[in-house]
C-alpha cells in the first residue's frame, strides 16, 4: 500500500524557516517524481514544486521561487521542502503528492494526509 | 501561463447526473493533460481522473472525463449520483515549463 506521511509543520513567524518531510512507503520511491501541493485556510488547491525522480530537475510555482527548495533522499524514501522567509500567504496544509511516471506531466497518483504551516507573529 | 476556470458551485438531486466544466484562458487544451480530484470535507484529496478520461483502478465508471475542442475545455461527468459524492471538485492541468495548474475547485452538492 502507497503510503505518504508528512511531518514539519507547525507555526513560524514571518521570514523564519521550516523543513517539511515526507515519508514514502510501498513503492519504489526513486521511481516517482513527486511534488509539493498545498491548501490555505477554506481555499483551493495549490501546486507548489516538483522534483524529479533522480533529483536532477526541479520546478517551482512563481509564488514561492526563490524561497522554498524541494529534495529528496531516495535511499531514505523521503523527500523534503525547505521554506524559508517565509510569509503569511504561505500558512496552508501541505500535502506530499505521488507524480506518475511520466516526465514533465504533472499528474498525481498518491496523496499524503497533509501537514499544516501557520506563519504568524 | 494559463488559467483553470470551474463553477464555483453545482448541486443536483440523488440519482441524477451532473458536469463539472474547466476552461482552460489560453493555449489549446489537448496541449496537456487533465486531471481531476475529488476532495471530501476534512480529507486530502483523491485521484478520479487523469490524462483527461482515464480512471485509475478503484474508481467507479459513473466518474468519466471528457474534452471539448470547441471551448477549450475539460469535463468531469459524475452519473447516479449519491450523497457520498458531496465533495469538492478540482481540475489540474501543467504547462509546457512543468508547473501545474489547479482549477479554482468546485463544490457539489447532492441535495
Known amino acids: 500500500e502507497v503510503q505518504l506521511v508528512e511531518s514539519g509543520g507547525g507555526l513560524v513567524q514571518p521570514g523564519g524557516s521550516l523543513r517539511l518531510s515526507c515519508a514514502a512507503s510501498g513503492f519504489t520511491f526513486s521511481r516517482y517524481h513527486m511534488n509539493w501541493v498545498r491548501q490555505a485556510p477554506g481555499k483551493g488547491l495549490e501546486w507548489v514544486a516538483y522534483i524529479s525522480g533522480n533529483s536532477g530537475m526541479t520546478y517551482y510555482a512563481d509564488s514561492v521561487k526563490g524561497r522554498v527548495t524541494i529534495s529528496r533522499n531516495n535511499a531514505q524514501n523521503s523527500l523534503f521542502l525547505q521554506m524559508n522567509n517565509v510569509r503569511d500567504e504561505d500558512t496552508a496544509q501541505y500535502y506530499c503528492?505521488?507524480?506518475?511516471?511520466?516526465?514533465?506531466?504533472?499528474?498525481?497518483?498518491?496523496w499524503g494526509l497533509g501537514t499544516p504551516v501557520t506563519v504568524s507573529s | 501561463n494559463f488559467m483553470l476556470a470551474q463553477p464555483r458551485s453545482v448541486s443536483e438531486s440523488p440519482g441524477k447526473t451532473v458536469t463539472i466544466s474547466c476552461t482552460r484562458s489560453s493555449g489549446s487544451i489537448v496541449s496537456s493533460y487533465v486531471q481531476w480530484y475529488q476532495q471530501r470535507p476534512g480529507s486530502s484529496p483523491t485521484t478520479l481522473i487523469y490524462e483527461n478520461f482515464q480512471r485509475p483502478s478503484g474508481v467507479p465508471d459513473r466518474f468519466s472525463g471528457s474534452i471539448d475542442t470547441s471551448s477549450n475545455s475539460a469535463s468531469l461527468t459524475i452519473s447516479g449520483l449519491r450523497t457520498e459524492d458531496e465533495a469538492d471538485y478540482y481540475c489540474q492541468s501543467y504547462d509546457s515549463y512543468i508547473h501545474g495548474v489547479f482549477g479554482g475547485g468546485t463544490k457539489l452538492t447532492v441535495l
Open positions: 503528492a505521488r507524480d506518475r511516471t511520466i516526465f514533465g506531466v504533472i499528474s498525481i497518483d498518491a
